[in-house]
């Protein structure tokens, strides 16, 4: 193989790490704000669960949905990076999707007019 060749070849590699790891952060993202809006109606709705999450008195028990999505962005982002080496365009759009998909629910069920519907 040509120098040329190996280089643009080794760049190519380079690009679909960078986007497994652009992937995995947006999956770990998705999941992670799914899980804080889930918790968030079972929060509300459950005054043991309330009280459990509540790690920081001053702050209530957001600091424990903070906590478990935090805990959950991090586990997930490590596993898929484990997992995923290499990107795709299909994975790629995969995490696209999913990440709006994520921030949509993640507005619309934390907003109090439609949270309310759920509580």
């Not at 509540?54 to 586990?75: M, R, W, Y």
């Not at 484990?82 to 990440?99: D, G, M, N, V």
């Amino acid at each position: 193989m040509d120098p040329q060749t190996e280089l643009q070849h080794r760049e190519t590699e380079q690009d679909l790490e960078s986007q497994a790891r652009a992937n995995a952060a947006l999956i770990a993202v998705s999941l992670s704000l799914t899980l804080f809006w889930v918790l968030n109606i079972v929060k509300e709705g459950n005054a043991s669960f309330k009280a459990w999450l509540t790690l920081l008195p001053p702050v209530g028990p957001l600091s424990g949905l903070f906590a478990l999505a935090t805990a959950c962005f991090i586990l997930v982002w490590v596993l898929t990076r484990l997992t995923h080496r290499q990107s795709s365009p299909r994975a790629s759009s995969f995490s696209i999707s999913l990440f709006v998909i994520a921030t949509l629910l993640f507005f619309f069920m934390t907003f109090p007019p439609i949270l309310s519907l759920f509580v």
